[in-house]
């Protein structure tokens, strides 16, 4: 398993064609938007890829299933990424059903499980034909600024890039709600969103990422959204906002004391 150089990435990159969900978590490391870490087989035509975005989620796809890059990948993953872990936790993504079946038998003695992550596609049809009112004069919304998105990245413990974006809604110094990506990349931008306690089930969210798509299309950026199947409150603003479901989709997972 050898590292690649970022200059070395996009040329890898090419080889792979099942890549087709999280576009602009993995391709914002393959275009040094963000931080991350891309290991391969082979430096000239690599068959398998590991990408660790900073920050992310970690990603393996294969032309030619190996078990010993898996096995090479999971003494990376045991030994020395998650023990240096504050929050020990994993959530790895194949792109096809027989590599999982292969990862499965890999990390039998770890006790690793399946999950599964909602990926929803964009409609800008449903986005347009969507009626949002107007914020109350107690309300600012405003694009972020960098040092708010540096500050943003410190909490997600990811590295600021000149790329990433975000907006929110203010009542004073009080944040109450943001809708930010971290992960842009492939044409695509990542939403995360947030609202404060106080003012959920209040449309805030709605108006906040409204306007944050609005500025991804002017940037010609298609918005992207995932969630997990419990997150009903997100799956539901996904719908609202012209995202579709798409598709469910399979991770390998584990964490310390599960």
């Not at 070395?8 to 099942?18: L, M, Q, R, S, V």
């Not at 391969?40 to 294969?62: A, C, H, R, S």
């Not at 939403?191 to 969210?205: L, P, S, V, W």
Request: proline content about 2%; glycine content about 6%.
């Amino acid at each position: 398993m050898m590292l690649l150089q970022n200059n070395e990435y996009e040329t890898a990159i090419k080889n792979f064609k099942n890549i087709d969900h999280s576009i602009p978590i993995i391709y914002s490391v393959i275009e040094k938007n963000n931080g991350g870490k891309v290991f391969v087989d082979n430096e000239k035509n690599p068959e398998n890829i590991f990408i660790l975005p900073d920050g992310g989620f970690i990603y393996y796809d294969t032309l030619n299933s190996s078990e010993d890059f898996m096995l090479e990948m999971k003494s990376f993953l045991f030994s020395e990424l998650i023990p240096a872990m504050t929050e020990k936790e994993m959530v790895l993504f194949a792109f096809d059903e027989q590599t999982r079946t292969c990862l499965d038998k890999i990390f039998s003695d770890e006790g690793v499980i399946r999950i599964q992550r909602f990926i929803f596609d964009f409609s800008q049809e449903k986005f347009f034909n969507l009626e949002v009112r107007a914020l109350s004069e107690e309300f600012s919304l405003t694009m972020m600024k960098d040092e708010e998105l540096r500050e943003y990245n410190v909490l997600k413990n990811t590295g600021y890039s000149h790329r990433q974006m975000g907006c929110r809604i203010m009542k004073g110094s009080t944040v109450i709600s943001q809708c930010v990506s971290i992960f842009i990349g492939g044409g695509e931008a990542e939403i995360d969103i947030f609202t404060h306690e106080n003012y959920r089930n209040k449309g805030m969210a709605t108006i906040c990422a409204h306007s944050f798509i609005q500025e991804c299309l002017k940037k010609g950026l298609k918005p992207s959204w995932s969630c997990w199947p419990f997150r009903t409150e997100s799956i539901g603003l996904a719908e609202k906002l012209g995202f579709m479901n798409k598709k469910m989709v399979d991770a390998h997972f584990w964490a310390e004391n599960m």
